[in-house]
């Protein structure tokens, strides 16, 4: 059931202020049971940690983040406080793999030296890579 208030306030925390009309007919569509609601407040937050030190204009418009929220929901901690800028360094063979923290070190041993996706858009992606 659509709440105009709820949706306003959990707007209002969305970092981008685009795509809001797309964006609130998908959450019409999207969002049905008070479990829906939680999960999509927890999504944003999540989504808010992901991108705090991305600039605005690499973020999702809310329309886009409506299409793929349920991926945020449930975000491993490790991807919000990795040293990516050092794992890129790695990766790029600009620095000694033994100098990464060891949370480093063990993600890129699990993921072959790529970025979550959940957390990335593909251009983010890119950019860090320095592709």
Not at 18 to 45: L, W
Not at 65 to 78: G, N, P, T
Request: proline share 2%; charged share 40%; with cysteine.
């Amino acid at each position: 059931m659509f709440n105009k208030e709820e949706f306003e306030r959990i707007y209002s925390l969305y970092p981008r202020k685009m795509g809001k009309k797309r964006g609130k007919e998908r959450f019409k569509r999207q969002i049905k049971t008070p479990d829906d609601y939680k999960n999509f407040e927890k999504a944003v937050h999540n989504y808010i940690i992901c991108t705090k030190n991305t600039e605005k204009q690499y973020m999702k418009h809310f329309s886009t983040f409506m299409l793929d929220w349920e991926d945020f929901i449930e975000v491993e901690e490790i991807d919000v406080v990795l040293d990516k800028a050092a794992i890129r360094e790695v990766i790029c063979g600009n620095k000694d793999y033994s100098e990464l923290e060891e949370r480093e070190q063990q993600w890129i041993q699990d993921h072959n030296g790529r970025i979550y996706l959940g957390s990335l858009s593909e251009y983010e992606l890119k950019r860090i890579l320095g592709e």
